[in-house]
T-cell receptor, first 111, second 114 residues
Framework: EAQVTQNPRYLITVTGKKLTVTCSQNMNHEYMSWYRQDPGLGLRQIYY???????DKGDVPEGYKVSRKEKRNFPLILESPSPNQTSLYFC??????????FGPGTRLTVL | QQQVKQSPQSLIVQKGGIPIINCAYE??????FPWYQQFPGKGPALLIAIRPDVSEKKEGRFTISFNKSAKQFSLHIMDSQPGDSATYFC?????????????FGEGTQLTVNP
């Protein structure tokens, strides 16, 4: 089954404790992205990657890191999480010129 | 700065009605305009998309109307059903990033009453 998987699906952590949210796709897609979704703000792109070892900042990259060492994986790293990073996070993948395929989401709470 | 403005924020219609959701953009480099549908607890799913070389695109009960000169596009849902109740997002992307760099609208929560 074609899918984007994210882990964990739910995470409660404390300020400053480094965390990683993993994302993996099995569709051999070239592009991958991370978004955060907040009420009234829609989805905002954090980082995107158009190829292995190529990443670019989206609209809200501050406080986040990403890496794309393999085509299928695109982890999101929060080195020192803060409460304003409490949000619903989505990973997505796509091919050139096609719509993005979203994962199920990760709900993060930073206390 | 939000480059894609979406309205209304919420919309309630009766079954069989035709809800219309509108979006306006600023960046004239945008050339790909998808709509996504999101159900509670799920990730957004691509519904329908249009490029500016056409003014309208239909897929089943869903239609996108596109006005390039006004920099506006809208989603119409014909014969709406309670199962269409969801949050809808418009988005835009430019050729430079081949669809990888998406800017979303704020979302519209649609409720279709039986």
């Amino acid at each position: 089954e074609a899918q984007v998987t994210q882990n964990p699906r739910y995470l409660i952590t404390v300020t400053g404790k480094k965390l990683t949210v993993t994302c993996s796709q099995n569709m051999n897609h070239e592009y991958m992205s991370w978004y955060r979704q907040d009420p009234g703000l829609g989805l905002r792109q954090i980082y995107y990657s158009m190829n292995v070892e190529v990443t670019d900042k989206g609209d809200v990259p501050e406080g986040y890191k990403v890496s794309r060492k393999e085509k299928r994986n695109f982890p999101l790293i929060l080195e020192s999480p803060s409460p304003n990073q409490t949000s619903l996070y989505f990973c997505a993948s796509s091919d050139r010129g096609r719509g993005q395929f979203f994962g199920p989401g990760t709900r993060l709470t930073v206390l | 700065q939000q480059q894609v403005k979406q309205s209304p924020q919420s919309l309630i219609v009766q079954k069989g009605g035709i809800p219309i959701i509108n979006c306006a953009y600023e960046n004239t480099a945008f050339d790909y305009f998808p709509w996504y549908q999101q159900f509670p607890g799920k990730g957004p799913a691509l519904l329908i998309a249009i490029r500016p070389d056409v003014s309208e695109k239909k897929e089943g009960r869903f239609t996108i109307s596109f006005n390039k000169s006004a920099k506006q596009f809208s989603l119409h849902i014909m014969d709406s059903q309670p199962g269409d109740s969801a949050t809808y997002f418009c988005a835009a992307s430019s050729a430079e990033t081949s669809g990888s760099r998406l800017t979303f609208g704020e979302g519209t929560q649609l409720t279709v009453n039986p």
